[in-house]
């Protein structure tokens, strides 16, 4: 076992949503609902879906290292300089990179007590020491996090909007913390969820780009979540463009696959896609408020796709009860929210289900 670092036997592996194959083999149940890990639940970008089908043939091809279609496809989308840019094998690969950069010994890093735990993971096991400082109001508390910065302090992770709370930092917070962080400490911003935003006071974080304007900002964002391809695996990373040059060396050669670069450019042009999904969860959003009320939920308002509740059952029996009736929610143990859980909108139908589940649980 000495072969084995130590330090790793005490990260926490990193629990994913419940997938819905499991649930079908352990409880053999046949109808059941996945609101555990904020995807579309709409399927798929049918345009990704023809252009996967197209690129099958050439499957026996190495893919393009540097996702060039993609790349000029986006850049020109974001209005920023293909230098700026660059794709992950999902934004969570990302993470693992900016981390592999900016590695120093003795050095930690900055991001809050209940948010995407990627970056405590991605930290550990790059040698960071991890300072979480807690939510306020469920939200990330710029001004404590900067009070927590120091000289070996590498980099500060920001997820805005926040997994799992929903809840955003407003442009106002982010540009007073950008006045006020060091140069030399890295800020990214993960927007996973930027796609549902509709709040008027959301950074504007792109801008920073378009102006040419700061080194130290990274923002991450996906292709798993408004375009429906979390199984295929595409983020991508806006950065300055030395750090993109770093980034790019320290990646894997082929780190986007074939089909992933072919499905996010056609998704890309799926206007439709895109719009149906952002409806279908500003209108069931709202539904769910008003249904969570009258059954008696504390929610938290959110900006993204899923919704974080509180009831008077423990986390962990509330998910056994829902899965019972086939619906898969998210457990908030991990972070010691005992209460608390997050549920991803799904379709009508889902939601339905969801909450009819809770209905037939007593002592909500
Ligand atoms: C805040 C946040 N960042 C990143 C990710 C990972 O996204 P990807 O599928 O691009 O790796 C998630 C996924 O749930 C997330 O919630």
Request: aromatic share 10%; proline share 4%; with cysteine.
């Amino acid at each position: 076992m000495n072969l084995i670092r130590e330090d790793i036997n005490d990260i926490e592996a990193y629990k994913p949503g419940k997938p819905i194959e499991e649930v079908r083999r352990e409880l053999g149940l046949n109808n059941i609902v996945k609101l555990a890990s904020n995807e579309n639940p709409l399927g798929p970008s049918p345009r990704a879906l023809t252009a996967v089908k197209k690129a099958l043939r050439t499957l026996n091809r190495y893919p393009e290292g540097s996702c060039f279609n993609l790349k000029r496809k986006l850049a020109k989308v974001l209005g920023i300089h293909e230098g700026n840019l660059m794709f992950g094998n999902g934004s969570d690969e990302l993470i693992d990179v900016i981390l592999k950069v900016i590695k120093a010994p003795d050095a930690d890093i900055i991001t809050s007590d209940a948010t995407f735990v990627e970056y405590k993971i991605g930290g550990r096991v790059n040698g960071f020491r991890i300072i979480t400082v807690p939510l306020k109001d469920f939200t990330f508390d710029l001004p404590a996090m900067l009070e927590r910065v120091t000289p070996k302090t590498k980099a500060v992770f920001i997820a805005n909007p926040n997994n799992p709370t929903g809840t955003y930092v407003t442009a106002a917070a982010v540009s007073d913390f950008l006045a006020r962080i060091p140069e030399n400490v890295l800020v990214v911003f993960d927007e996973a969820y930027f796609e549902f935003v509709d709040e008027k006071d959301f950074p504007r974080t792109l801008e920073l780009f378009r102006k040419g304007g700061r080194r130290n900002i990274a923002i991450l964002r996906t292709f798993s979540k408004i375009y429906g391809l979390a199984g295929l695996r595409v983020g991508y990373m806006i950065a300055a463009e030395d750090f993109i040059g770093a980034a790019e060396r320290v990646r894997q050669p082929f780190n986007v696959n074939s089909l992933a670069q072919a499905a996010a450019c056609a998704a890309l042009d799926d206007r439709a896609f895109v719009r149906k999904s952002r409806q279908l969860v500003r209108r069931e959003k709202r539904l769910m408020y008003k249904a969570f009320a009258k059954l008696g939920i504390w929610f938290k308002k959110s900006a993204a796709n899923f919704i974080f509740i509180r009831t008077n059952k423990d986390t962990q029996e509330l998910f056994t009860e829902l899965l019972r009736q086939g619906v898969i929610i998210r457990d908030m143990s991990s972070f010691r929210l005992n209460r608390y859980s997050r549920v991803t909108i799904g379709t009508k139908k889902e939601n339905l289900k969801l909450l009819n589940a809770l209905k037939n649980i007593k002592r909500l």
